[in-house]
């Protein structure tokens, strides 16, 4: 089993900025490729980017490329979200997810582990 804590987030003005945080422990060679995604009042959870851990290679979803960087701290089991040129659109409760590395996929029903989410609200 894998736990992933999120945290970071808050509320910020258009243009600003916020780094969320996503710790994993537990089975932690299980969360091999963690991504992040979202989702916004009365819309489908949306992939938003992910990383593998070993590679580093990284993903992102077009709405975000250019303002989103995902990277991760090996020693600290920790993967981060750098977000930067907010937008109102980019508000939503932020979860990371994980799998064992084995499919890299920004499709949910891909990641078998969940954090709670955090809530980033980007006002205008």
């Known amino acids: 089993q894998v736990e992933l804590v999120e945290s970071g987030g808050g509320l910020v003005q258009a243009g600003g900025s916020l780094r969320l945080a996503c710790a994993a422990s537990?089975?932690?060679?299980?969360?091999?490729?963690t991504g992040w995604f979202r989702q916004a009042p009365g819309k489908e959870r949306e992939f938003v980017a992910a990383?593998?851990?070993?590679?580093?290679?990284?993903s992102y979803a077009d709405s975000v490329k250019g303002r989103f960087t995902i990277s991760r701290d090996n020693a600290k089991n920790t993967v981060y979200l750098q977000m930067n040129s907010l937008k109102p659109e980019d508000t939503a409760v932020y979860y990371c997810?994980?799998?064992?590395?084995?499919?890299?996929?920004?499709?949910?029903?891909?990641?078998?582990?969940w954090g709670q989410g955090t809530q980033v609200t980007v006002s205008s």
């Open positions: 990383i593998l851990w070993t590679a580093g290679s990284t």
């Open positions: 537990g089975n932690t060679f299980l969360s091999q490729y």
């Open positions: 997810a994980a799998n064992n590395g084995r499919i890299r996929s920004s499709e949910e029903r891909h990641y078998a582990y």
